[in-house]
Nanobody, 117 residues
């Protein structure tokens, strides 16, 4: 099993920045891909950004140029630096990790990000 614990959410004014962290514990050697998803009220959960164990990244079009995902393999932690935040970025942000063997997904409990309009 893998446990994921997110931190760093909060309330920030438009144009501001936040950094989310996700610390993995347990059978972390089994993890390959890690990422961040978000779910806004009344909407489906969507991919925000992802990163492989070798550092290859992908981003949703809506956050390209504003968000940066990074990974510290020594600390088993993935980060999401969010700049130029907009009200439409308001959501619960979930950390995700995929098991290399079969793609099984692990999820964190979520952290709230609120950007008032």
């Amino acid at each position: 099993q893998v446990q994921l614990v997110e931190s760093g959410g909060g309330l920030v004014q438009p144009g501001g920045s936040l950094r989310l962290s996700c610390a993995a514990s347990g059978r972390v050697f089994s993890i390959s891909y890690m990422g961040w998803f978000r779910q806004a009220p009344g909407k489906q959960r969507e991919l925000v950004a992802g990163i492989t164990s070798s550092g290859h990244t992908r981003y949703a079009d809506s956050v390209k140029g504003r968000f940066t995902i990074s990974r510290d393999n020594a600390r088993n932690t993935v980060y999401l630096q969010m700049n130029s935040l907009k009200p439409e970025d308001t959501a619960v942000y979930y950390c995700n990790a995929e098991r290399h063997l079969d793609g099984h997904a692990y999820w964190g409990q979520g952290t709230h990000v609120t950007v008032p309009s």
